[in-house]
């Protein structure tokens, strides 16, 4: 059986709800689009299990309640809190994972927030294959659609 995961970064839009709503839904970036059309179509047996990289709140499962707020994610940001992603990745692995495969889309300035984390042989391990969304936003977009529709993401 197939074990996906995907690590993806937050987005500066949001919807400006009130209250708390899950952040799938509360982030409304492309990303978050392509995302929630795409689980729409698949299979629930076929969901990956989806982890956000927030500025604000670290790494967190997409299902976890947040309100809206501001707050964009900068180098000084992404070293603060590698040490809190790394050990929230590894409590998540040791609870759901290992993984078969893992697609990890983040832009440039979330990339060093994970680094700590992807240096560890054992979390490198419980991730399986994992592969990178590259390029522009656009391409990074349909490498995302792919990855999630199960073709190969890298082409």
Known sequence: MTRR???TACSATKRPDPG???AIRRYNGPAFTTIRSALRILPVADHPQILI???RYGLIRAD???PDYDQRMDATGATTIAAGVQSALRERLHRCGPYTETLIHLGAAYQPALALALANASIQRELGMC???DGGIGRRLGQLK?????VDATA
């Open 146 to 150: 792919r990855w999630l529709a199960g």
């Open 53 to 55: 990289l927030s500025a």
């Open 131 to 133: 592969r990178f969304t």
């Open 5 to 7: 995961l995907l690590i």
């Open 20 to 22: 708390l709503m899950p």
């Open 64 to 66: 976890r309640p947040i």
